[in-house]
C-alpha cells in the first residue's frame, strides 16, 4: 500500500473495523516515512457470474434477488426484513461453497426450496414467474406439491 502523500510503501495499521453494509474491512493506517494517516478499504470480492436461459453471464446482483422476492412477498406475512435476511443466507451459502457461477435454474431451486419453508403462498407467486407455467395443469400440480405434507 503506497502512501498518498509521499508515495512511500510502507504503512502500519493503527486500526480495523468491519464495514459490514459496503462487505468491506476500514483500516486506518499510519505512514511510516511522513507519518500521516489515511484510510483505506478492503472489499470482499462477491462476484458470482449467473449464467442465463439464453447462455449469457452477468454479475449476481443481490438487489435484483431482493426485488423479486419483495414482490413475491407483497400482502404476505414475510417482511422487507425477512427478505433481505434470506438473500444474506443464500449468498453466504454460495460463498462458503466457493461458487464463482451458477445457472438461474439452480439460483431459483435454492431460492424456491428457501422460500417454500418461509412461506407457501409466496413460493407460489415466485414460482409463477420463474418457473414460467404453461398452463394450469402445472400450477396445479406446484400447487398439489406445496399443500401436501411434508415427511
Request: hydrophobic share 35%.
Amino acid at each position: 500500500m503506497h502512501c498518498p502523500f509521499c508515495s512511500h510503501f510502507e504503512s502500519k495499521v493503527t486500526d480495523s473495523r468491519s464495514a459490514v453494509e459496503q462487505n468491506a474491512i476500514r483500516r486506518r493506517r499510519e505512514c511510516l516515512h511522513c507519518q500521516k494517516r489515511f484510510t483505506t478499504f478492503e472489499i470482499i470480492d462477491l462476484t458470482i457470474q449467473v449464467r442465463k436461459r439464453d447462455g449469457t453471464y452477468e454479475d449476481f446482483q443481490p438487489s435484483k434477488l431482493i426485488q423479486g422476492l419483495d414482490a413475491a412477498c407483497r400482502h404476505s406475512r414475510v417482511s422487507h426484513e425477512q427478505v433481505q435476511a434470506l438473500v444474506a443466507s443464500i449468498i453466504a451459502d454460495l460463498m462458503e461453497s466457493q461458487v464463482r457461477e451458477i445457472k438461474t435454474t439452480d439460483l431459483g431451486a435454492i431460492v424456491m426450496k428457501r422460500l417454500r419453508e418461509l412461506d407457501p403462498i409466496a413460493f407460489i407467486r415466485f414460482a409463477c414467474v420463474y418457473q414460467r407455467f404453461k398452463n394450469t395443469e402445472e400450477l396445479m400440480d406446484e400447487l398439489q406439491k406445496v399443500t401436501e405434507p411434508s415427511i
